[in-house]
C-alpha cells in the first residue's frame, strides 16, 4: 500500500482515495460478504464504509494502518446491518431458482466458512485471505490477541471435524 497515497487521501485529494477504494474494494467485498451473504446489504456496507471513511479520514493517525482503519469501520457498518436484518423477516429472501455458480473454488471456499460460526468466519477471511496479522485482527474486532488465536483455532477444529472421513458422505451427497 502506498503510504503517500493515504496521505493525499488525508488532504481530501478525490483522486488519491478514490484510487484507495479501488485497491481495497475486493477485500472489503470478502469480508463483506463473510458477514452479510447478501449483496444487496453487502453493497450497502461497502457504500456507508466508502462514506465514512471520506468523512473521517482525518482521524486516521497512521497511513501504515489505513487497512486495518478501513476494514474495522467497514465491520462495525457490517454489523449494524446485519443486526437491522435480524429483526426483520423477509419472505424474498429465498434464493432465486436457477442460479448457477461457476466459481468453484468459491463455492468450496463458501461452503467451507458454512461450518463456521460467524465470530469464526469473520476472524478467518480477516487471518487467511487478508492476511491480517493476529494482532491487527485484536484492534479491528476489539478483542483481545488470545481470543483471535482461540477463534482460529476453534475454527480449524471444526474445519477438521467437517472434513475429516466421517463427514465425507454429508459433502457428497
Given at each position: 500500500?502506498?503510504?503517500?497515497?493515504?496521505?493525499?487521501?488525508?488532504?481530501?485529494?478525490?483522486?488519491?482515495?478514490?484510487?484507495l477504494?479501488?485497491?481495497?474494494?475486493?477485500?472489503?467485498?470478502?469480508v463483506?460478504?463473510?458477514i452479510?451473504?447478501?449483496?444487496?446489504?453487502?453493497?450497502?456496507?461497502?457504500?456507508?464504509?466508502?462514506?465514512?471513511?471520506?468523512?473521517?479520514?482525518?482521524?486516521?493517525?497512521?497511513?501504515?494502518?489505513?487497512?486495518?482503519?478501513?476494514?474495522?469501520?467497514?465491520?462495525?457498518?457490517?454489523?449494524?446491518?446485519?443486526?437491522?436484518?435480524?429483526?426483520?423477516?423477509?419472505?424474498?429472501?429465498?434464493?432465486?431458482?436457477?442460479?448457477?455458480?461457476?466459481?468453484?473454488?468459491?463455492?468450496?471456499?463458501?461452503?467451507?466458512?458454512?461450518?463456521?460460526?460467524?465470530?469464526?468466519?469473520?476472524?478467518?477471511?480477516?487471518?487467511?485471505?487478508?492476511?491480517?496479522?493476529?494482532?491487527?485482527?485484536?484492534?479491528?474486532?476489539?478483542?483481545?490477541?488470545?481470543?483471535?488465536?482461540?477463534?482460529?483455532?476453534?475454527?480449524?477444529?471444526?474445519?477438521?471435524?467437517?472434513?475429516?472421513?466421517?463427514?465425507?458422505?454429508?459433502?457428497?451427497?
Amino acid at each position: 500500500m502506498n503510504k503517500e497515497l493515504v496521505k493525499k487521501a488525508k488532504k481530501h485529494d478525490k483522486d488519491a482515495f478514490s484510487e484507495l477504494m479501488r485497491e481495497h474494494k475486493l477485500s472489503m467485498y470478502k469480508v463483506a460478504k463473510a458477514i452479510l451473504k447478501n449483496e444487496e446489504d453487502i453493497a450497502d456496507a461497502m457504500q456507508d464504509t466508502i462514506l465514512d471513511c471520506w468523512e473521517k479520514m482525518h482521524t486516521l493517525r497512521k497511513p501504515e494502518y489505513f487497512k486495518t482503519w478501513l476494514i474495522r469501520i467497514l465491520i462495525n457498518n457490517c454489523n449494524k446491518i446485519y443486526n437491522q436484518r435480524a429483526r426483520w423477516v423477509l419472505g424474498d429472501e429465498l434464493p432465486e431458482e436457477g442460479v448457477v455458480d461457476h466459481d468453484y473454488a468459491g463455492v468450496e471456499w463458501n461452503e467451507m466458512m458454512h461450518c463456521l460460526n460467524e465470530k469464526q468466519r469473520i476472524v478467518v477471511e480477516l487471518y487467511y485471505v487478508e492476511r491480517l496479522k493476529v494482532r491487527e485482527i485484536a484492534e479491528v474486532l476489539h478483542i483481545g490477541q488470545s481470543a483471535v488465536k482461540g477463534r482460529l483455532q476453534s475454527a480449524r477444529k471444526n474445519l477438521e471435524t467437517y472434513y475429516g472421513m466421517g463427514n465425507y458422505e454429508k459433502r457428497v451427497i
